[in-house]
């Protein structure tokens, strides 16, 4: 049951994105080399993996869990638990299969021998697959929660784009 559990997670992890990293300043912190999760990807104690497996021989039967390691502190904790939730029940009731092999230790996330989808790099390229009309975002949450939350993840990156950083000021005053 455990493994369908974390198949489900990992089928729908792309299209929650959101959910798991709702502002345009999450994803700084999702860049590869950062011991960071970039990846739909799995592993025994991997620190880098997208989620991380503690179990035996590295912990007691009785401790065996799952730690996402997506989301970040600007994340609603409710959002998140419903959508884990949510996906991981799915993967049980449809007996998913784990189709992404586990990283072993030393394997680097993003690296030759991760298999895993690259999960999106920004809100925007987030919040178009969790609206997609194929989403499993659509399946879990439902359209109308996806129409509206996505719509404020939208109105975020506009104003993002047309926000003036001072870093575009000192770097292009000088030239213009």
């Known amino acids: 049951m455990g493994r369908h559990f974390l198949a489900g997670i990992l089928d729908g992890l792309p299209d929650i994105m959101p959910i798991?990293?709702?502002t345009?300043?999450?994803y700084k912190r999702l860049v590869e080399n950062f011991w960071a999760p970039v990846t739909v990807s799995w592993g025994l104690e991997h620190r880098a993996a997208s989620i991380r497996l503690i179990a035996?021989?590295?912990?007691?039967?009785?401790?065996t869990r799952f730690e996402i390691r997506v989301p970040g502190a600007?994340?609603?904790p409710h959002y998140v638990l419903a959508a884990c939730l949510a996906l991981g029940w799915r993967g049980v009731k449809e007996k998913l299969e784990l189709t992404v092999p586990p990283l072993g230790k030393g394997e680097d996330v993003g690296g030759e021998s991760d298999a895993g989808q690259r999960l999106a790099r920004?809100?925007?390229e987030a919040t178009e697959r969790f609206m997609a009309k194929d989403s499993l975002a659509r399946e879990v949450f439902g359209d109308e929660f996806v129409e509206h939350f996505g719509g404020t993840r939208e109105h975020e990156v506009r104003l993002y784009d047309e926000a003036v950083t001072d870093w575009e000021v000192k770097r292009y005053m000088e030239t213009v």
């Open 24 to 26: 345009v300043n999450s």
């Open 56 to 63: 035996p021989p590295t912990a007691k039967a009785s401790a």
């Open 20 to 22: 798991l990293a709702p």
């Open 122 to 124: 920004n809100l925007g």
């Open 74 to 76: 600007d994340a609603n």
